[in-house]
């Protein structure tokens, strides 16, 4: 229920190697958050480690999800 009505943010991720293709990093704000940054823009590439933003004013969690 909490992820229906929390602050949340989808980012598409198009990976090189093509037995894992596209993914979607999945941010949800738990509680008070009022905010969750996206810090990367549409065709930029990423390496590992890299920020994909930020949460603000509260707690949160995170998946990935991956296509069949």
Not at 24 to 41: H, N, P, Y
Request: charged fraction near 15%; include cysteine.
């Amino acid at each position: 229920f909490v992820t229906n009505i929390a602050t949340r943010a989808l980012i598409f991720i198009e990976c090189d190697n093509p037995a894992i293709g596209l993914m979607c990093f999945v941010a949800v704000g738990l509680g008070e958050v009022s905010t969750c940054e996206i810090g990367v823009r549409v065709g930029a590439r990423l390496k590992r480690g890299d920020p994909l933003g930020a949460f603000h004013f509260g707690g949160s969690t995170h998946c990935l999800v991956f296509r069949p």
